[in-house]
């Protein structure tokens, strides 16, 4: 296939996978899993580890597709090659420091390293930290500032249905009180995530 055929693929893909079409999201899958489960086996690594990378680095791929945010200067076999190498790197680094593993020099790679991959899988990893992060504050927030800011900005209750779930005397004391709530949550978060 040449690089314009492949290129006129990808966006067919892409356009379906934002599209929602589950099926382009198998074929993804189908498409560039041996070439990743040949590096990882390559490397030092199993067919289990294969998948776990494979698993993330797809995930990295379709969140970034969702979201309108992915910037594709490649094929997406390039990308997700880049992307899945560099979760597999990083798991050896600690691997190789206890069990003196061998990798691959990167000349053998050359044309999948300079994608911008790179990029996207620390932004990837930052979110979920930052979601960690902020999942920890809420629990050491307590009541009732959690459940109020919880039922406020991820069930979206109404300001008024908050005010009679929690006894306040009106909307404005619930309001109040939920801005309180956010800084303490903040602050919380901020402390964390700085010590992170």
């Known amino acids: 296939m040449d690089s ?5 693929a990808d966006a067919q893909l892409i356009s379906a996978i934002q599209g929602g079409d589950e099926r382009a ?3 993804l899958y189908r498409l560039h899993w041996p070439m990743v489960s040949h590096f990882v ?43 899945c190498r560099r979760l597999w790197l990083k798991r ?6 206890l069990h003196g593993v061998r ?8 044309p999948y390293l300079n994608t911008g991959a790179e990029d ?3 932004e990837a990893e930052e ?7 902020m999942s920890e504050a809420l629990t050491h927030l307590g009541e009732p500032c959690r459940s109020l800011l919880e039922g406020f900005y991820l069930l979206d209750k109404s300001m008024q249905d908050l005010t009679a779930e929690h006894g306040y005397t009106n909307a404005d ?5 939920k801005y309180k709530c956010l800084t303490r949550l903040k602050k919380l978060f901020f402390a964390s995530y700085k010590e992170a």
């Open 41 to 83: 086996l390559q490397n030092s690594g199993t067919e289990d580890d294969a998948r776990d990378v494979y698993q993330e680095g797809v995930m990295v791929f379709y969140e970034k597709v969702r979201e309108g945010s992915l910037e594709l200067s490649c094929q997406i076999k390039t990308y997700l090659y880049a992307v």
């Open 120 to 122: 996207d899988l620390h």
């Open 92 to 97: 050896l680094t600690t691997k190789s420091r």
């Open 25 to 27: 999201l198998s074929q």
């Open 127 to 133: 979110r979920d930290r930052r979601f960690a992060t």
């Open 173 to 177: 004391t619930a309001k109040t009180q």
């Open 4 to 8: 314009t055929t492949a290129l006129a």
């Open 103 to 110: 990798l691959l020099d990167d000349d053998d790679y050359g």
